[in-house]
């Protein structure tokens, strides 16, 4: 007997879904309440069960396809008998979003799966490409790493859903792309491939395109529309930017697009806007003839072109800039600075670092910090809070966020979720585990949002004190300095005298929107005392 295999429904508003993972392939056994598919839809993503036992007769609908709620996705031959039912005639029907040509699917050495920009986040809507670790041709097994992206929350590699061979190569290093669309395709070794039309999709593009561009803009702008003369292709992503940001058509095409056939990316419309606004876009172009020199502006020195070295910041760079610039501009940002001896704490590292060692557990001082900072977010909750239009948001969690510096030139805040629960063991471990994994890009989107407040250890570089930045939208962030060994005037009897102690500065950047150097200073006076009177007693 024939069993239809429907797109299920997973809620009253959910009228579809997509298929993001085959777990069977065609011909193949099935046992009752085994998984075949994966599913994602607006409300969940799930795995869906087998019905019957059986085997995987047809397959109608391909990974990374949108399809309705109760269309047939695949039919199961089970053992038993019945009339066969007309599942095998069923045909899948596309919803009305979704404008392809009509698919066909013909058997040959392999299927042809799209390897789509993965979502990492729901605020996330596209991702760059910053490096391919496979060319066309190579084989890829499944789970093997094939390119890295970056997005707004977090860098990470993409793994290949399946075994087989890397057939094509979508969009190069550094394109940005929307989530969702296909980046390559992997052929595998059996199963059918889905042809489409290359014809009908570029006058999809077109038609989109024209749609889109058709729309009026703000600012008083000219509106963009489709020159006759003007045969570049823009994304939907950058003529939305364009709009949003009120750049006419004939601007837009003066951009100098890095994409493939100078197409314009989201970073160059981006960069475009950047000069436009600080006023550098018309800024002199230094001579390309290496005899030539340039002037100095106002100086007496000449420069040539020999001398200088361009480089284009990575993508990695370019979001950093602008989380740095967004939170300036956001957060009215006080600086407090305050010594603290660390003696108590420095000799119990000391003495018991093998000890921790042998555990697994690299001990530092920075469990100790993150455990004082802890206790007196709890005891000045204001500072684990943040800012939503005029409305203060104060978290009942501490989910600390601990900065890395990832090689070569960047930085990045996971968070430890609920850090609260955590003792110094359970602390060490947790920052020595987001550090390697921020290090080595396994992160996931879930480590670097959602936090309520945030430490920088530039100590570790040598440096005593600095002014942080705060991460958005949190409102404090904790500067850590290096502990060195200093000369310290102490009261013995009454008397002053000089001793040598390892004294650390700390250093606490608060938005000043919300909080006021009283409330900053007791807080940052609070982790002081929490420090130099440590009960190690209990660690």
Known sequence: MRVNIVMPQMGESITEGTLIKWHKRKGESVKKD??????????????????EDGVLADINVFEQETVVVGTVVAVIETNGNGSADTASETKVEEPAAIKT???????????????PMPKMGESVMDGTIIKWHKNVGDKVNRDEIVFEISTDKVDTEVPSPVDGILA??????????????????IRTTTGLVKEKTALKEDQEHDQDQEKKISKPITNHQSPIT??????????????????????????????????????????????????????????????????????????VKTVSR????????????????????????????????????MSRIHNFVEKNREGFASEGIKLTYLPFISSAVIKALKEFPLMNSS?????????????????????????????????????????????AGIGLRARTKKLVP???????????????????????????????ILGVGAVTKKPVVIDVNGNDAIVIKPMMYLSLSHDHRLI????????????????????????
Request: proline share 4%; glycine share 8%.
């Open 34 to 51: 085994e998984i075949i598919y994966e599913i994602a839809t607006d409300k969940v993503d799930t795995e869906i069960p087998s019905p």
């Open 101 to 115: 040509e009509p698919a066909s699917t013909t058997q040959v050495g392999g299927e042809l799966i799209d390897v």
């Open 168 to 185: 094509e190569i979508l969009f190069k290093e550094n394109e940005t792309v929307n989530v969702g669309v296909a980046v390559a395709k």
């Open 226 to 299: 489709k020159s006759p003369t003007a045969n570049k292709f823009y994304s939907p992503l950058v003529l939305s930017i364009a709009r949003t940001e009120g750049i006419s058509l004939n601007e837009l095409e003066m951009i100098e697009g890095s994409g493939i056939d100078g197409r314009v990316t989201k970073n160059d419309i981006l960069g475009y806007l950047q000069n436009k606004q600080s006023g550098k876009l018309f800024a002199p172009v230094l001579p390309t003839n290496i005899s030539e020199k340039t002037e100095a502006v106002k100086e």
């Open 306 to 341: 020999q001398q200088i070295e361009f480089v284009a910041m990575d993508n990695t760079r370019q979001r950093i800039m602008q989380h740095m610039v967004n939170s300036r501009d956001t957060s009215v940002h006080v600086t407090a600075v305050m010594e603290v001896d």
């Open 387 to 431: 800012i939503e239009g005029k409305n203060i948001l104060t978290k009942k969690f501490i989910n600390l966020g601990i900065a890395v510096a990832v090689e070569p030139n960047g930085l990045i805040v996971p968070n430890i979720k609920n850090a609260e629960e955590k003792s110094i063991r359970g602390l060490a471990k947790a920052i």
């Open 446 to 476: 879930e480590d670097v949002v959602n936090g309520t407040f945030s430490i920088t250890n530039y100590g570790v570089f040598g440096s005593l004190f600095g002014t942080p930045i705060i991460n958005q939208p949190e409102v404090g």
């Open 516 to 539: 006021d150097g009283m409330l900053g200073g007791k807080f940052l006076k609070s982790i002081k005392e929490t420090l130099e009177n440590f009960d190690t007693s209990n660690v």
